[in-house]
């Protein structure tokens, strides 16, 4: 539906009244929760992902690792001026896109030695992943229309949920193949959900800086603000 009746912020365009508060305490208790369970996470998922020697599951524990840096960093900048924050979204986008490269490239690696993962750790790890990622989407959920930091956590979050069932996929695929490209192009698309989100924040936290606004965007329902 669009906003007809009330003011749009500049440069996020969303309703200034509905914008969440950085100082609500509910965001800095969301965002405490998310970075203690995003650290276990990938530490849970790097060791398996070294031992069924999957992709995906070692790009999503990165991706779990840059979650958490990027939970300590929204919360050091928080109740900083505008400014701050969107600095800190930038360097989190850029960290987005850095992190869909270096997933894409060691995606052509293992495609180069050939190796198999083991499916049945991949799916299990998977599953779990996806309730810790689930947990922390909703927790996040109220906050997704907030400024270009907040937004960044939201993306980040939503995104990690996707490339949780994505990996409980591909574990299905390499069972029932034997093969290791379902869980090759399961990495290709985490890749690509990295550089979509990280261009996305980098583009709105740019705006917020420069004071430009940005064009309308459909919002998270698919209605056009």
């Known amino acids: 539906m ?31 929760v998310a970075l203690v369970v995003n650290a276990a996470m990938f530490v849970v998922e790097l ?27 929204s919360l050091a900048v928080l109740g900083l001026a505008l400014s701050w924050r969107s600095r ?3 360097l989190k986008g850029v960290c987005m896109l850095g992190y869909g490269v270096f997933v894409l490239l060691k995606a052509g690696w293992v495609l180069h030695i050939g190796a198999v993962p083991e ?5 299990v ?8 990622n ?30 949780n069932v994505a990996v409980m996929l591909a574990a299905a695929g390499v069972f029932g193949t034997g093969s290791a490209w379902p869980d090759l192009a399961v990495a290709a698309v985490i890749a690509t959900l990295a550089l979509s989100a990280g261009w996305q924040v980098v583009r709105q936290a740019r705006a917020e800086l420069t004071g430009v606004p940005l064009p309308p965007r459909p919002d998270d329902h698919g209605h056009a603000h």
Do not use: E, K
Request: negative net charge.
């Open 134 to 163: 689930t947990g922390v989407a909703v927790l996040l959920y109220r906050f997704r229309s907030g400024d270009a930091n907040m937004r960044s956590v939201w993306l980040c979050t939503r995104n990690d949920a996707l490339s």
């Open 47 to 73: 060791w398996a992902g070294l031992q069924a020697d999957s992709v995906s599951l070692l790009a999503d524990a990165v991706d779990f690792a840059g979650d958490a840096a990027n939970y300590a960093l």
């Open 2 to 32: 669009a906003c007809t009746s009330c003011h749009i912020d500049a440069t996020t365009n969303t309703p200034a009244h509905t914008t969440p508060d950085n100082h609500d305490p509910r965001w800095r208790r969301a965002l405490w």
């Open 119 to 123: 499916p049945l750790t991949m799916g």
């Open 88 to 90: 800190a979204a930038l």
């Open 125 to 132: 790890i998977g599953f779990i992943a996806l309730l810790a």
